[in-house]
């Protein structure tokens, strides 16, 4: 009997582990933050002034893909940005921001997807 639940212990961590690692590499596949500015040099941050440009920042290492990119705001209302980038093909290892208008206090939280996939979110907090 104890053979029996030794087994089972390690048939389910394998299993656990083999559900673990396609989210653990795709998570690896993409970059994906927000900051207090637009250009590729601004640093992510999580807290950002009322005035402050501010904008979703998103890589992919693995391929050239499209996404998609969602803001939902303090007062519940979400606005999403699909198929990006617009104005070209995508290409793997360029760094694309959306910039998000927004200047209301209170926090935000932003999410991309691949596929219909989420593939990361970040929130941040806008400075009354």
């Known amino acids: 009997m ?18 673990a690692l396609p989210a653990t590499a795709s998570a690896a596949a993409y970059k994906h933050y927000v900051a207090c500015g637009i250009s590729a040099k601004a640093k992510p941050s999580h ?5 402050a440009k ?8 693995n391929a050239a893909v499209y996404y998609s ?6 007062r519940g ?17 360029t760094l694309y921001v959306n ?16 596929e219909g996939k989420k593939v990361g ?3 941040f907090r806008v400075l009354g």
């Open 2 to 19: 104890k053979g029996l639940k030794t087994l089972a212990a390690v048939m389910l961590a394998s299993g656990l582990l083999a559900t």
């Open 47 to 51: 807290v950002c002034p009322k005035r």
């Open 54 to 61: 501010k904008g979703a920042f998103f890589k992919s290492f």
């Open 69 to 74: 990119v969602c803001v939902k705001f303090p």
């Open 77 to 93: 209302n979400t606005l999403c940005a699909n198929k990006q980038p617009q104005k070209e093909p995508p290409k793997q290892g």
């Open 99 to 114: 910039s998000i208008q927004s200047t209301i206090p209170g926090k935000h939280v932003v999410t991309w997807y691949v």
């Open 121 to 123: 979110t970040w929130a």
